[in-house]
Nanobody, 123 residues
Framework: QLQLVESGGGLVQPGGSLRLSCAAS????????IGWFRHAPGKEREGVSC????????NYADSVKGRFTISRDNDKNTVYLQVISLKPEDTAVYYC????????????????WGQGTQVIVSS
């Protein structure tokens, strides 16, 4: 069964940090780009970051540039999203998604999705 599982979310104070993980099972991530998306209540789903299958190309939404870093460890079949300097507006459910080789900006271009991990930024 092909599956993506996110972890690492939680409650954190403003200015805090987390490391989100996206682990794949049932398939190897070597050939897949991984995108991170987030969905906050009352807002549309937002693309946060993406890393292509080679790891050579990454991109970030303007709202997270300089604060979020995406990376991958193909040996562990896992992609990470390191998030620092968290703000209340970062509160959302964070999802990872996979598509073949290259990143895409639209969520509907991704083939596999995880169930999400909740991030709450609050004092």
């Amino acid at each position: 069964q092909l599956q993506l599982v996110e972890s690492g979310g939680g409650l954190v104070q403003p200015g805090g940090s987390l490391r989100l993980s996206c682990a794949a099972s049932g398939f190897t991530l070597d050939y897949y780009a991984i995108g991170w998306f987030r969905h906050a209540p009352g807002k549309e789903r937002e693309g946060v970051s993406c890393i292509d299958s080679s790891g050579a190309s990454t991109n970030y939404a303007d709202s997270v540039k300089g604060r979020f870093t995406i990376s991958r460890d193909n040996d562990k079949n896992t992609v990470y999203l390191q998030v620092i300097s968290l703000k209340p507006e970062d509160t959302a459910v964070y999802y990872c998604a996979a598509r073949f080789r290259l990143c895409a900006s639209s969520y509907y271009e991704y083939e596999f999705w995880g169930q999400g991990t909740q991030v709450i930024v609050s004092s």
